[in-house]
């Protein structure tokens, strides 16, 4: 079976996650390739802090939008979450020291100290709102995330709702200062560190949204025929689920075909029985099976070979 339902015109956000080594980043830039062969104009994009694309394409990325010399509709961009992360604090630095200031005691000298800090999981919410707003320019048909190995993803997946956590310790905070203010001025009027708290918890809701909506986003798994990667895939399916983000879709990478000698036999028996017990536990997923490559598939060429075997 191959991966369907990715042409869709309403689908605009498509997800590759699973364990490191598997494929992910191939399957997405093959995807990437065969959804702009076939009249899509498609941003690649990678979130992994170990950036891989430009490995998978054959061509240096960086962090800016480049249009892919020889594939018509098809661009690449690998994220900094360290910069989107440095351009938010840049942004809102005037902001987040009004929410201290007249929050809580903290001096000038305590402020620095605390907005020095890094705050969990900021770096990851801002490098997702980063893809939200490519999304919201319309520039592209389609946006495919080749994301980082499973603990970092679902980090990225699941943290608005730990900073939606964050967001109401300087709510409360706030609205402490606004009873000061209204019972000593007798009236409070909102100004930036509050427009600051809105805008948060927007960029919040606009990540679970667009997550949450099947119409829209389609996550993907990308797993191997080895236990540990199966135990990894059932996890990571598993706390999607949790969050309201369902998975259709499941890519076997790496089966092995060939059993021309003795290695290969026990090694495709052994793939043999983890293949049934993949098709036992997410017996619910399109599985689509993708034989074991003779050589890495890096470049143009063999990752259009790639999506013969994607979307036959």
């Given at each position: 079976m191959a991966l369907t339902g990715l042409k869709e015109d309403t689908l605009k956000l498509v997800l590759f996650g699973g364990k490191g080594g598997v494929g992910k980043t191939t399957c997405a830039t093959s995807t990437g390739l065969y959804l702009a062969k076939e009249g899509n104009k498609v941003l690649v994009i990678s979130t992994d802090p170990a950036h891989s694309l430009s490995d998978s394409l054959g061509k240096e990325i960086g962090d800016e939008i480049k249009q892919i010399e020889g594939v018509d509709r098809l661009s690449a961009k690998?994220?900094?979450?360290?910069k989107a992360l440095s351009k938010f604090k840049i942004e809102y630095d005037a902001e987040l020291r009004r929410l201290f200031d007249t929050s809580t005691y903290l001096d000038k000298e305590d402020i620095d100290s605390i907005l020095s800090l890094p705050i969990p999981g900021i770096d990851e919410v801002m490098g997702f709102k980063t893809i939200l707003d490519l999304i919201d320019e319309?520039?592209?048909?389609?946006?495919?995330?080749?994301?980082?190995?499973?603990?970092h993803a679902l980090r990225l997946l699941t943290l608005p709702e730990l900073l939606d956590e964050w967001i109401k310790v300087l709510a409360k905070m706030r609205w402490k200062y606004r009873y000061m203010v209204t019972s000593f001025?007798?009236?409070?009027?909102?100004?930036?560190?509050?427009d600051f708290l809105l805008t948060?918890?927007?960029?919040?809701?606009?990540?679970?949204?667009?997550?949450?909506?099947?119409n829209k986003c389609e996550f993907i798994a990308v797993t191997i025929p080895e236990d540990m990667a199966i135990l990894e895939t059932e996890r990571l399916i598993n706390n999607l689920n949790k969050y309201g983000i369902k998975v259709k879709q499941l890519v076997v990478n790496n089966v092995l075909e060939l059993r021309d000698c003795e290695f290969c036999r026990e090694r495709s028996k052994a793939q043999e029985e983890y293949v049934k017990q993949i098709r036992r536990k997410f017996n619910?997923?399109?599985?689509?099976?993708?034989?074991?490559?003779?050589r890495e598939v890096t470049g143009i060429e063999a990752l259009d070979k790639f999506t013969n075997l994607l979307f036959q």
């Open positions: 690998e994220i900094s979450a360290e319309e520039k592209f048909d389609k946006y495919i995330v080749d994301t980082a190995p499973t603990g001025a007798g009236k409070y009027k909102p100004d930036s560190a509050d948060m918890k927007k960029t919040v809701k606009r990540i679970e949204t667009v997550l949450r909506d099947s619910n997923l399109k599985i689509t099976i993708i034989p074991l490559q003779p």
